[in-house]
């Protein structure tokens, strides 16, 4: 099994519509990351959680909120989807204890938004 | 500005012929790490190598190296004897201090490399 976990892995909702990805890690690691790809874009940061009771804004968090409702479990949400956050989005964890910034990716989840 | 920049946005060879991928970085810090990841095409992220800023050390794996050079900023990646199943998009990270003391990697835009038989 996976150790970072994502559901669903592919969705496909329409515009207006409340989405929550989910993440779940049996790593251990204290911090957890979302991220955006699109194509020829890169990853970019969404938001990210160092730990239960820290959340932190990433590069482009307009229209995404998080929680963290436990060490292994992070969702991302969509409050009201709109068809430009169609996108392939990742769940990361890392480890303060091992190198900094190493990230351990779950397989992704895809949305549609139409 | 980027802090990662892959200029390369697609790569296109033929089997057995080598290909290098190129990553500009741009930091002020100097402790910082440096990855590479590749994405296959079935879309996992798979880490390849990571290096940090105090060694520059080039690094050899089987047909892949890497070139690292602070001089001119630059952690390259090279495949020698390319085959298909290397085909994949590559991304190179950099991993700097930020407020608070975290490390938080920033991606290249990546490079699509497309190995034809």
């Known amino acids: 099994d996976a150790d970072v976990t994502q559901t669903p892995r592919n969705r496909i909702t329409k515009t207006g519509k409340r989405i929550m990805l989910e993440c779940s890690q049996t790593?251990?690691?204290?911090?957890m990351y979302w991220y955006r790809q699109d194509p020829g874009l890169g990853l970019r940061l969404i938001y990210y959680?160092?730990?239960?009771?820290?959340?932190n804004k990433g590069e482009i968090s307009d229209g995404y909120s998080v929680s963290r409702q436990a060490q292994a479990k992070f969702s991302l949400s969509l409050e009201s989807a709109i068809p430009n956050q169609t996108a392939l989005y990742f769940c990361?964890?890392?480890?303060?204890?091992?190198?900094?910034?190493?990230?351990?990716f779950g397989e992704g989840s895809r949305l549609t938004v139409l | 500005a980027q802090k990662v920049t892959q200029a390369q946005t697609e790569i296109s060879v033929v089997e057995k012929e080598d290909v290098t991928l190129d990553c500009v970085y741009e930091?002020?810090?100097?402790?910082?790490?440096l990855f590479w990841y590749k994405q296959p095409p079935s879309g996992e992220l798979v880490f390849l190598i990571r290096r940090n800023s105090f060694d520059e050390q080039n690094e050899i794996s089987g047909r892949y190296s890497w070139n690292f050079q602070k001089s001119t900023s630059s952690f390259n990646f090279t495949i020698t004897a390319s085959q298909v199943v290397d085909s994949a998009v590559y991304f190179c990270?950099?991993?700097?201090?930020?407020?608070?003391?975290?490390?938080?990697?920033?991606f290249g835009r990546g490079t699509s490399l497309i190995v034809h038989p």
């Open positions: 930091t002020r810090d100097t402790t910082y790490y």
């Open positions: 990361a964890t890392s480890d303060l204890q091992t190198v900094p910034g190493e990230l351990f």
């Open positions: 959680s160092f730990d239960v009771k820290d959340i």
């Open positions: 790593k251990g690691h204290d911090r």
């Open positions: 990270a950099l991993s700097e201090a930020r407020t608070g003391g975290s490390y938080i990697p920033t």
